[in-house]
């Protein structure tokens, strides 16, 4: 499989502040990658190294090329945080610059379209709402039809539609073979979207590696029945960490969600409309970063 | 040569078609000077009044590329800093040149104009009448003498915050007007002011000018205080910007 981008004992520091540790990491093409981790983990650092916005210690490649040469500048696309509201400035206006930058531009009116930007593009940067705005970054990252994006925090200040319409455009990327990294702390829609997770905490990467596989080393899940029972007899039980009330439900939080349910088995004939679900990544990462914490 | 085309475009439409700040501080209010001090305010013979038509027209065409340079410019690139711009156009595969050559384009069609306004007012209104070498000199002697308020314009934009920047842009330019004569003769000022006014760029473009205008012979003094100060703000420039990189400020918000 093709590498896209490759680091090896990568460091960087904020003068003594020491943010990035000895990050190993292989993204191949066509992967989709979630990069998450606590404010201040590194992950935009890590992004600006990429992009060749920062220089770090270690070796780094995009494209096979130093990060920032004019032969990966050309294939990337990036969609950082913050909005360029350049005043004076209308969405067709930016949109021009951008595209003159790349040899194969998407049509203007066609991205404007599906991007469902076409009716505002005569609108100054100024009078969008913060949604729209994203929009049009998302527009400028994706004009030169970059083979590896870098979205940091895309979906910050859309509307849900405008959230769904924003993941719809990512399955698509993934269909036409894009690489893409992405951090978000929107934990739900990354653990929609992302083939592999990048959990970053103190400037190392703490988990790399699938939704499933980061399941499989968390067994937590969430137990929800009726019953006629007495809320007390569950909390008895192995690996339960928690039982609460859910209007005429209960809930049952557990550590480990196998061994809870094998107890439960005697009593399944007084339990009704039984559903286990896993741990979400949000779950997980909340109890890492707890950890982490203490 | 199509990104930098795009560049043009693109700023055009936002340096000096849509922004109204430029049209009116540094085109509508050095001309509503020049007609308020030479067609309202006139005081003197009819020589005097001739010769004052000329010099303050001169006078008010650096104070307008000194507005240009201090607010306009500074505040520009502050912003495009500030917002993003500068990133992505870092991240793209043709990088900063042609945004800061269009830029300087831009800056220097912006001091033509400023010329064109306030001479065709000169020559329209108060009958100034000038060679057409007089005029070519003084277009060069316009985009010489505001290298060096652009490269004190560059450092200002490195002033992280508005306000700040705005006060420091008021803070410059109007006492830089007043000591180095664009206002009133500098004769008027006391010994002490007048040997800082001096030593002023605007004072040694200023001068340059008059000497253009009456066909005096050009005081090489003047062209030495340009470069002079084009160096020197130039290396301030230079260390702001490297500081500025070594600490990851360049990066902006982006």
């Known amino acids: ?294 | 040569m199509k990104t930098f085309l795009a560049q043009l475009a693109f700023d055009s439409k936002r340096l000096v078609v849509r922004n109204v700040s430029f049209i009116f501080f540094s085109i509508i209010m050095p001309a509503g000077f020049y007609l308020l001090f030479t067609k309202i305010m006139v005081s003197g013979s009819a020589a005097e009044i001739k010769q004052f038509n000329l010099t303050y027209m001169g006078q008010m065409i650096v104070y307008s590329v000194l507005i240009e340079a201090f607010f306009s410019i500074a505040s520009i690139l502050r912003r495009d800093r500030e917002k993003g711009l500068t990133t992505f156009l870092r991240l793209s595969p043709h990088g900063t040149l042609p945004y800061y050559t269009s830029i300087t384009f831009w800056m220097l069609m912006m001091s033509l104009l400023s010329v064109v306004v306030l001479g065709g007012i000169a020559v329209g209104v108060n009958g100034v009448r000038l060679e057409i070498t007089q005029w070519l000199g003084l277009i060069v002697v316009v985009l010489i003498g505001q290298l060096p308020l652009l490269m004190i314009g560059i450092a200002l934009s490195h002033i992280h915050r508005e306000e700040m920047l705005s006060l420091a842009s008021n803070l410059l330019t109007f006492p830089m007007a007043l000591v180095s004569g664009l206002w009133w003769p500098i004769s008027m000022l006391p010994s002490w002011l007048q040997a800082i006014g001096k030593l002023m760029p605007t004072y040694f473009v200023n001068n340059l000018l008059n000497e253009l205008t009456s066909r005096a012979k050009v005081d090489l003094t003047n062209l030495i205080g340009i470069a002079v100060w084009v160096l020197l703000a130039g290396l301030v420039v230079v260390a702001m910007t490297r500081n500025e990189q070594r600490r990851g400020v360049a990066l902006g918000e982006a």
């Open chain 1, 1 to 294: 499989m093709h590498t896209i981008i490759r680091t090896e004992h990568l460091k960087f520091s904020y003068g003594k502040k020491q943010v990035l540790n000895d990050i190993n990491l292989t993204v191949n093409a066509g992967e989709i990658i979630g990069l998450i981790g606590v404010n201040g983990a590194g992950k935009t650092t890590l992004l600006n190294i990429l992009l060749g916005l920062l220089k770090g210690e270690g070796a780094v490649s995009v494209f096979e090329q130093q990060p920032g040469s004019a032969i990966s500048k050309a294939r990337i696309g990036s969609m950082l945080q913050g909005d360029m509201v350049v005043p004076g400035i209308t969405i067709a206006d930016l949109l021009k610059l951008a595209a003159a930058e790349g040899n194969h531009p998407l049509a203007t009116n066609k991205l404007l379209k599906d991007l469902r930007l076409e009716p505002f593009k005569t609108q100054r940067l100024g009078s969008l709402s913060g949604g729209q705005l994203r929009r049009v970054t998302f527009a400028v990252a994706l004009i030169n039809q970059p083979d590896l994006l870098f979205l940091d925090e895309p979906t910050v200040g859309m509307d849900a539609n405008s959230r769904k319409a924003f993941w719809d455009n990512i399955e698509q990327l993934r269909q036409e073979g894009k690489t893409i990294v992405i951090t978000s702390h929107y934990l739900e829609e990354i653990q929609q979207i992302a083939d592999r997770l990048l959990i970053l905490q103190k400037g190392r990467f703490t988990f790399d590696g699938s939704l499933q596989q980061l399941q499989k080393q968390h067994l937590g899940a969430t137990i929800t029945f009726e019953t006629d029972l007495q809320l007390p007899i569950f909390n008895g039980l192995p690996a339960v960490d928690r039982v609460d009330h859910l209007k005429h439900k209960l809930v049952i939080h557990s550590t480990d969600g196998d061994q809870t349910l094998r107890a439960l088995t005697p009593l399944l004939d007084r339990l009704h409309q039984v559903s286990v679900n896993r741990e979400s990544l949000e779950d997980i990462f909340l109890q890492l970063t707890q950890q982490e914490a203490n």
